[in-house]
């Protein structure tokens, strides 16, 4: 088969191209076609492929400022000539699945989300966005909005990364879905003995809006227990305001650092919703457990109790009350580590390579059917 895989940027190394590397491995000559690409900030397992841009990577700036192109990409995906393959699997969170895949061909989308900032957080994007943005997003978004849920119709089969966005699926295309995790590399991390964690606790990721940091790093102002925040982004200069001393922002970080805080925190804090979030696995993955807030894939991931423990509302009463319980606990940083593994790259390696052979074979299946049927001789068909 001659396989392309469509990906909606390729600027860095995060959990949506973590799932194109694997997707490499299952198909190691997959073409790859992507609106922007920033080379250094790939893989070398990606970078090896055959990689085709759309017209949005030579752009002004685009390296950059890719997103603020949104508006184009409905037309620049359309635009994307895919004559002679015979599988296409897009990966979408940004657009990618509004390609037209040529007749004769399967087209699987991989969906990270509906896209958030014309859906499910439409509203909270714009409530964060500048004068200027917020006065336009309304026409902008209802363009895209429409024909994102028109292009839902151009894709054959849903894999949907986690139940909470196989639900989105339902509710905004009216489409159903497999459900298959994300990879994530729970080799990568260490498990450590109870007398080498340190007295702090942890929150991990980019630094904007919707994750909520600012309602960890209240939470922990006003306790005075350790807190250490790691990742960059929009929010990190507020956040640098209104810590207390107790409080470390370390800014982005390379793995060897994260690696290192990871196996020695108390506990990881997850305070926003994530559509399945790579971060609480990583932390269980280093049998460390977990405070989120119940909604999002954290519910599908964190055993209430066993991995960690949830709150119900963001508020800071809410964290604060979600540590004290995780205090009266004592969960096994074993047991917490062996769960980790249920999301292990392997696992998702086999599932997603039985669920795409199991549509290829339907589909052959089909074609065969149908050629039978055209090769029959007309004398031959009796209608009752």
């Known amino acids: 088969m001659k396989v392309a895989i469509v990906h909606y940027w390729l600027v860095g190394m995060r959990g949506g191209e973590k799932v194109i590397e694997a997707l490499c491995r299952i198909y190691p000559d997959a073409d790859i076609f992507t609106h922007v690409l920033v080379p250094e900030a790939i893989s070398p397992e990606i970078r090896r492929h055959r990689i085709q841009t759309s017209f949005i990577n030579g752009l002004p700036r685009a390296r950059r400022f890719y997103q603020k192109y949104l508006p184009l990409m409905p037309l620049a995906l359309e635009q994307l000539d895919l004559r002679g393959y015979d599988l296409i699997i897009s990966s979408e969170s940004g657009p990618a699945k509004g390609i037209i895949p040529p007749p004769g061909s399967i087209h699987i989308c991989y969906c990270h989300s509906p896209m958030r ?19 336009v997003m309304p026409l902008l978004a209802h363009y895209i909005r429409s024909w994102d849920a028109l292009s839902a119709n151009r894709v054959d089969h849903y894999i949907a990364n986690s139940e909470t966005v196989a639900a989105r699926l339902q509710r905004y295309y009216r489409r159903g879905s497999h459900v298959i995790y994300p990879p994530v590399d729970v080799d990568a991390f260490e498990v450590l003995g109870d007398d080498e964690v340190g007295d702090y606790y942890l929150m991990v990721g980019e630094l904007v809006g919707y994750k909520r940091a600012d309602l960890a790093v209240q939470a922990f102002n006003e306790t005075g227990r350790k807190l250490v925040v790691i ?11 209104i810590a207390k001393p107790n409080i470390s922002i370390l800014g982005p970080q390379p793995f ?44 599908e991931t964190v055993l209430d109790g066993v991995t960690g423990v949830f709150f119900e509302e963001q508020s800071v009463a809410a964290i604060i009350d ?25 696992v998702f390696d086999t599932k997603m390579r039985a669920h795409l052979a199991g549509i290829i074979d339907a589909a052959a299946l089909t074609q065969a059917g149908a050629r039978r ?11 009752v």
């Open 231 to 241: 990742g960059g982004g929009e929010g990190l200069a507020e956040l640098h305001k």
């Open 117 to 135: 900032y014309i859906w499910n957080m439409f509203h909270e994007y714009r409530r964060r966005s500048g004068f200027f943005t917020r006065a």
């Open 373 to 383: 049927h055209q090769d029959t001789p007309k004398e031959a068909i009796v209608l």
């Open 256 to 299: 060897a650092v994260l690696r290192h805080h990871y196996a020695r925190c108390r506990a990881l804090v997850f305070p926003g919703e994530e559509d399945f979030g790579i971060v609480p696995v990583e932390a269980m993955a280093s049998g460390r457990p977990v405070i989120a807030f119940g909604r999002g894939g954290a519910t």
């Open 322 to 346: 979600a540590v004290e319980r995780l205090e009266r606990l004592t969960l096994k940083p074993a047991q917490i580590a062996a769960h980790a593994r249920n999301f292990s790259s392997r």
